[in-house]
């Protein structure tokens, strides 16, 4: 199993800011992902964080927009950029276990951004 | 893509009852997930089923999977106060890539004491 540290848990933050979320998996995953859940939806795939490489980004998300790092096997970030009230929601960071892609998705505690 | 949809939207009983959930989709998968969300918080696994199982155990957790009708049922026994928590199926065509697993709006389920 994979234990995943996020954080800030949470924050309040002013429009047009911008905020880095860190994701800390406790051992090395093929894959790691980073979701946004906004208030009463479902979970949306952004992006799919690359070890070394640039993000696999979904339709309808941008690397300008939501800029993510992967530098090694157990870390990634996702900044929010140029924020407006519209990307107030829950971010969640997400990994595949060791045991391969079809195996579970382990997922943080999730970030709940409020933009004012 | 490949949408699980759950059914009831919300549900409500006692402690102590059964509760049972339902997911529908709509092509052919290789397997299907079923994960539990408390309030705000990250998603946890609960139990993997592939598409030539029919039923599969967890403690007080029953999946069980027709695909001929492409739907999926999570039976929650003896329910807890702690089983409190919104419920998400998530079927998967892709044996490969979990990127391709896509979320319905799940189910809220409240467990009263």
């Known amino acids: 199993s994979a234990v995943i540290s996020q954080k800030p848990s949470r924050d309040i933050c002013q429009r047009g800011t911008s905020l880095t979320i860190q994701c800390q998996v406790d051992?090395?995953?093929?894959?790691m992902f980073w979701y946004r859940q906004q208030p009463g939806q479902s979970l949306t795939l952004i992006a799919t964080a690359n070890q070394g490489s640039e993000a696999t980004y979904e339709s309808g998300f941008v690397i300008d927009k939501f800029p993510i790092s992967r530098p090694n096997l157990t870390f990634s970030t996702l900044t929010v950029s140029n924020m407006s009230p519209e990307d107030s929601s829950i971010y969640l960071c997400s990994a595949t276990g060791t045991g391969g892609h079809t195996g579970e998705l382990f997922f943080g505690e999730g970030s709940r951004l409020t933009v004012l | 893509s490949q949408q699980g949809e759950e059914d009831p939207q919300a549900l409500s009983i006692q402690e102590g009852e059964n509760a049972t959930m339902n997911c529908s989709y709509k092509t052919s998968i290789n397997n299907l997930q079923w994960y539990r969300q408390n309030s705000g918080r990250g998603l946890v696994h609960l139990i993997l089923i592939r598409s030539n199982e029919r039923e599969k155990h967890s403690g007080r957790l029953r999946v069980t999977l027709d695909t001929s009708k492409k739907s999926s049922s999570l039976l929650i026994t003896a329910s807890r106060a702690a089983d409190t928590a919104s419920y998400f199926c998530a079927p998967s065509r892709n044996a490969g890539n979990n990127r391709k697993l896509i979320w319905g709006l799940g189910t809220s389920l409240a467990v009263n004491p």
């Open positions: 051992s090395q995953v093929t894959m």
